[in-house]
């Protein structure tokens, strides 16, 4: 087993201060970085929010990602001006377009409203009448095809604009599939590997029926070359998250691919009303934001930053993998959240207690930390939503409490 020399000089620089580690430690001498001062008004504190070391993930019921310094700056300068919201989406577009090899692009409240934006604009094209119209389909097309693995809760996003989706399995079954009301062939990139047909064949389908396509790649990144890698292979929409590892605001993505077609979906988003996309405002600090949260993203040095995941990892895993009865193993997500993942299980027999608990008594101390389930016994968390140096905290405090409950 672990002695707690042994732990101490695992976690080096840690200060482990008192008796048997447990409760009462301090950690101030291992704070994380923080970005932002606390301001004289700490809405945080009075409002007794929790905030958390964020080991789980980009999820956006934990409000996904935090941004970086260039887009808070942004944002805060871009917030003491007025400019017309369509000359920042225009601007913004193109740039965006540049950087990501599309005809265009523009700035949608997340991937999903991308996704329903999207969809309008195929449905309704500049057709003011349409546009006002939806989601009544009367006089347009009404129907789009999904693979069968594919078919999740995200083509909710599509059907909110009244389409119904068809499924199928084969280039059999599209060609089948293929009528006058067929509006748009979708596809879900991180179930590429379930689904029988893969990007090329897909549209490569939609060409030879002359049908526009569609990907959703939300948070497909990194690598960060599928920024890129869907627009050169031919869709002809591509719908990201803005908010998760690009780390823009929580309430942006991206909608880029043809022109006319990014073109009609901006008539259905605001400044335009009437439209179905009207709830669907993503502000101009925002718009702002998430031009330079991306640029920044693609500029980084993703190969240093990926070792600072594996060293991170590496240092949680020395922390918890001596302790008598525990292992831990890495993995990589090959598609969406493809990050290095740590999964730390336990034998009961040696230490007794289950992941809900160890999550509840992590939730529970200070600092709050969430880390995900990884079965009964064991509990998974990344490093990529991090603030430096919080992967000592998280070392720390997942030892202390395995070892609370040895047996
Ligand atoms: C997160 C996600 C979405 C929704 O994206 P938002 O940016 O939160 O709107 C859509 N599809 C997939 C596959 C996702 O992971």
Not at 15 to 39: H, W
Not at 166 to 172: D, G, H, K, L, Q
Request: proline share 4%.
């Amino acid at each position: 087993m672990l002695s707690r020399r042994k732990l101490l000089k695992k976690l080096g620089t840690l200060p482990l201060v008192g008796g048997v580690l447990g409760a009462g430690i301090p950690l101030s001498a291992v704070k994380a970085e923080t970005m932002v001062a606390a301001p004289k008004r700490n809405v945080i504190k009075e409002l007794g929010l929790r905030s958390f070391v964020n080991a789980a993930g980009t999820y956006t019921a934990m409000t996904a990602s935090l941004m970086p310094d260039e887009v808070i700056q942004t944002i805060n300068f871009t917030s003491d001006h007025y400019i017309m919201l369509d000359e920042v989406q225009d601007k913004v577009g193109e740039k965006i377009a540049e950087l990501c090899h599309a005809e265009y692009a523009t700035v949608t409240a997340g991937c999903w409203s991308a996704m329903v934006l999207g969809t309008a604009g195929v449905l309704t094209g500049k057709d003011r009448k349409k546009i006002s119209q939806l989601p009544d389909l009367t006089g347009m097309k009404s129907q789009v095809i999904v693979q069968k693995s594919h078919n999740t809760g995200y083509v909710h996003a599509l059907t909110n604009t009244g389409v119904e989706i068809v499924e199928v399995e084969t280039a059999a079954d599209v060609d089948r599939a293929v009528n006058s009301k067929t509006a748009m062939m979708w596809f879900l990139n991180y179930q590429a590997p379930s689904g029988k047909i893969q990007h090329e064949e897909w549209i490569a389908l939609a060409k030879k029926h002359g049908l526009p396509t569609m990907i959703d790649m939300a948070a497909d990144v990194p690598p960060v070359e599928n920024l890129w890698k869907y627009n050169d292979l031919g869709f002809d929409l591509v719908c990201v998250s803005g908010g998760k590892a690009i780390r823009g605001p929580q309430s942006a993505g991206i909608l880029m691919g043809r022109r006319d077609l990014v073109e009609a979906a901006r008539l259905s988003a605001p400044p335009r009303g009437g439209t179905i996309g009207r709830g669907m405002k993503v502000n101009k600090e925002e718009i702002l934001g998430m031009y330079v949260a991306l640029d920044t993203y693609i500029k980084k040095d993703h190969d240093k930053e990926w070792k600072e995941w594996e060293d991170k990892i590496a240092l949680i895993s020395d922390a918890v993998s001596d302790i008598e009865g525990v292992s831990t193993e890495v993995s990589v997500p090959p598609i969406a959240n493809h990050t290095p993942y740590l999964e730390i299980g336990w034998d009961t027999g040696k230490i007794n207690i289950d992941q809900g608990e160890l999550r509840k008594r992590l939730r529970e101390g200070s600092p709050s930390i969430e880390v995900i389930s990884g079965g009964d016994n064991a509990v998974k968390l990344t490093v990529f939503m991090l603030r430096p140096k919080e992967e000592k905290i998280v070392a720390k405090r997942i030892a202390e409490e395995l070892l609370k409950a040895k047996v």
